[in-house]
């Protein structure tokens, strides 16, 4: 079964960071584009973050760009966000998705990111 | 990068067809045949229903279809189903190489 499960979220305060991981099985991670998308609470998808198969290649929304950083090892078929200086306003579910360059085909549940004192 | 428009709501009765439309600009939807579509019911993650304009994923129903014209993207769902009833946000790839979504719109089956 394809699946994608992420986890590393949870309560930061303001300024501080966390890494969040996507573990992927049932698929060969390393021939696929992946994807991070956030959801403020009660809001809309986000997009924030993709690499390419290889991890050659990063892209960022302007929201984020030089505060995360997008990461892959395809050894351990693992995604990585690390995230750095967090607002209140990256509180959100936070989703990793496969896909290819513009679209997302396999998404995981989520993790929970709140940054709060 | 600003976000696609889309109408907060949609609604209509089962059998029916609804129209979902989304709206960009030249340095996105308008360049690019890179628009997608996804379905998220209430509490859980987004599906992926329609890529590259038109096309549908394996296993979901021919009642969905995409078109562009333009800078507006569109989704027409077909013969409405109570299970259709969901989120649906539409994304383009933009001129920026990145991904922008759609505001999302609520669709109601009456």
């Known amino acids: 079964e394809v699946q994608l499960v992420e986890s590393g979220g949870g309560l930061v305060q303001p300024g501080g960071s966390l890494r969040l991981s996507c573990a992927a099985s049932?698929?060969?991670?390393?021939?696929?584009?992946m994807h991070w998308v956030r959801q403020a609470p009660g809001k809309g998808l986000v997009w924030v973050s993709r690499?390419?198969?290889?991890?050659?290649?990063?892209y960022y929304a302007d929201s984020v760009k030089g505060r995360f950083t997008i990461s892959r090892d395809n050894a351990k078929n693992t995604l990585y966000l690390q995230m750095n200086s967090l607002r209140a306003e990256d509180t959100a579910v936070f989703y990793c998705a496969r896909g290819a360059k513009a679209y997302m085909d396999v998404w995981g549940k989520g993790t929970t990111v709140t940054v709060s004192s | 990068q600003s976000a696609l428009t889309q109408p907060p709501s949609v609604s209509g009765s089962p059998g029916q067809s609804v129209t979902i439309s989304c709206t960009g600009t030249?340095?996105?939807?308008?360049?690019?045949?890179?628009v997608s579509w996804y379905q998220q019911p209430p509490g859980t993650a987004p599906k992926l229903m329609i890529f590259e304009v038109s096309n549908r994923p394996s296993g979901v129903p021919d009642r969905f279809s995409g078109s562009k014209s333009g800078n507006t993207a569109s989704l027409t769902i077909s013969g409405l189903q109570a299970e259709d009833e969901a989120d649906y946000y539409c994304?383009?790839?933009?001129?920026?190489?990145?991904?922008?979504f759609g505001g999302g719109t609520k669709l109601t089956v009456l």
């Open positions: 049932g698929f060969t991670f390393s021939s696929y584009w």
């Open positions: 030249s340095s996105d939807i308008g360049s690019y045949n890179r």
């Open positions: 994304s383009s790839y933009t001129s920026s190489n990145t991904l922008v």
């Open positions: 690499i390419n198969s290889d991890g050659s290649s990063t």
